[in-house]
């Protein structure tokens, strides 16, 4: 089956400082690979996806993630963390059966410090 | 929210009494889906709609029931409620193809007591 794993359930960095928060997979077949944002009382936002091609993607908001076949991973990055980047993080991968459905991981709450 | 609302927003039910919640999209999508968030667990799907009548289960989907008579309604009914299913609800939709990504409604909060 298809699942995503997110290892921190929290990542603390200071403003200005580069973050990643992390995630790994496992798929049978080729990975497609989804980060999403949830700001406090609202929906889960798109930030960027990984479906072939370059193994760097970039995404919304300076946020870009990279793809690592041989690590199983698919870590998110930026360069200069924002106190605005304060969210909780969500890996997803589609899953197995049937083209459009996505399993999510547990989540990671990243909190920037001023 | 990408042209998707939910209703209600909040709702706090009793114990046993069925409850209903709303999805409307206006992108005219034709995939619609229905996931729970609970900590600890992510987002975890209930049941999901790949056409208009066209619906199946996904891992959470006991205690759970949907409807979907029009492309953009995708109606999910708790046919009993229990405390277990107090959680923050959250529709989703999706496009065809292979860009996959799914946009998420801003979710209802239930409290079941």
């Known amino acids: 089956a298809q699942s995503v794993a997110q290892p921190e359930d929290q990542v603390n960095v200071a403003e200005g400082n580069p973050l990643t928060v992390k995630c790994t997979y496992s798929?049978?077949?080729?990975?497609?690979l989804f980060w999403y944002v949830q700001y406090p009382n609202r929906g889960l936002q798109f930030l960027l996806k990984y479906i072939t091609g370059d193994n760097l993607v970039k995404g919304s908001y300076g946020f870009e993630a990279e793809f690592n076949k041989s690590q199983t991973s698919f870590h998110l990055k930026k360069p200069s963390a924002l106190v605005s980047d304060s969210a909780l993080y969500f890996c997803a991968v589609r899953g197995l059966r049937g083209f459009q459905k996505l399993v999510f991981g547990t989540g990671t709450r990243l909190l920037v410090s001023p | 929210d990408a042209g998707i609302t939910q209703s209600p927003r909040h709702k706090v039910t009793e114990t046993g009494t069925p409850v209903t919640l709303r999805c409307h999209q206006t992108e005219n999508h034709r995939y619609m889906y229905w996931y729970r968030q609970d900590p600890g667990h992510g987002l975890r799907l209930i049941h999901y709609s790949y056409g208009v009548k066209d619906t199946d289960k996904g891992e959470v989907s006991d205690g759970y029931s949907v409807s979907r008579s029009k492309t953009e309604d995708f109606l999910l009914t708790l046919e009993s409620a229990t405390s277990s299913q107090t959680s923050v609800y959250f529709c989703a939709i999706s496009g065809q193809g292979e860009s996959y990504e799914q946009y998420f409604g801003p979710g209802t909060r239930l409290t079941v007591t």
């Open positions: 798929v049978s077949g080729n990975p497609y």
